[in-house]
């Protein structure tokens, strides 16, 4: 699994690239591990607002996942949880073809 981060308008944090990471990990490790998967993860803040976008490739796929909140972990929480929905539709689209 590959993933590239970027940070907009704060400043980078390895700790949290690290949670990003592990969230990701856990996720990819769940419904694709035979597959490879890239990610690329936009943390940024505007305002008080945090926001994360997620574009992953697996399996053939583009998904793509957004999420805002009050702080960056949260965000980060929400958007994993799209993606992981995301996922699951498509793993269940490919076991019933």
Known sequence: M????????MDSSPATAD????????AHE???PRESMDVDATFEVEKLRHIAH???NVAGA?????????EMHAAIDEVVARLERQL?????K???H
Do not use: P, S, W
Not at 2 to 9: A, G, L, M, R
Not at 19 to 26: D, E, H, I, N, P
Not at 62 to 70: G, H, K, Q, V
């Open 2 to 9: 590959n993933v590239n981060i970027t940070f907009k308008h």
């Open 19 to 26: 949670y990003a990471r592990q969230k990701l990990g856990a």
């Open 30 to 32: 769940r419904y694709f």
């Open 54 to 56: 997620l574009h992953a």
């Open 62 to 70: 583009r998904l793509d996942a957004t999420a805002e909140n009050d």
């Open 88 to 92: 699951h539709d498509l793993k269940e």
């Open 94 to 96: 490919r076991r019933a």
